[in-house]
Nanobody
Framework: HVQLVESGGDSVQAGGSLTLSCQVT????????MGWFRKIPGNDREGAAT???????KYRDSVKGRFTISRDDAKKFLYLQMDNLAPDDTAMYYC????????????????????WGQGTQVTVS
């Protein structure tokens, strides 16, 4: 049973940077498509970025050029480097995993991800 634990959320000023981390336990991370999703109260979850087990990446348009997703399969960690943060990036950020490679369109299909962390809050003011 895959377990995901996020960390790194914080309150920052606009233009600042944060790095989110997600530790994966009880699974061989190499077998999973991984993603970062975010949720604002009152809104549905939205995909920020996904990374395939072959390390192909996808980003939502609003974070392209500012966010970088990466994975360290040996250490079982997923990361999200966030630069030039804006108030619209304020949300609870979740790490998620689904077995196999990232199917085309997974960024927009959060229900396809069967494993989720508890979330880490990012606040940009």
């Amino acid at each position: 049973h895959v377990q995901l634990v996020e960390s790194g959320g914080d309150s920052v000023q606009a233009g600042g940077s944060l790095t989110l981390s997600c530790q994966v336990t009880r699974a061989n991370i190499r077998n999973y498509c991984m993603g970062w999703f975010r949720k604002i109260p009152g809104n549905d979850r939205e995909g920020a970025a996904t990374i395939d087990n072959g390390e192909g990446t996808k980003y939502r348009d609003s974070v392209k050029g500012r966010f970088t997703i990466s994975r360290d399969d040996a250490k079982k960690f997923l990361y999200l480097q966030m630069d030039n943060l804006a108030p619209d990036d304020t949300a609870m950020y979740y790490c998620a995993a689904v077995g196999g490679g990232c199917t085309d369109g997974y960024l927009a299909k959060w229900p396809a991800f069967g494993y989720w962390g508890q979330g880490t809050q990012v606040t940009v003011s």
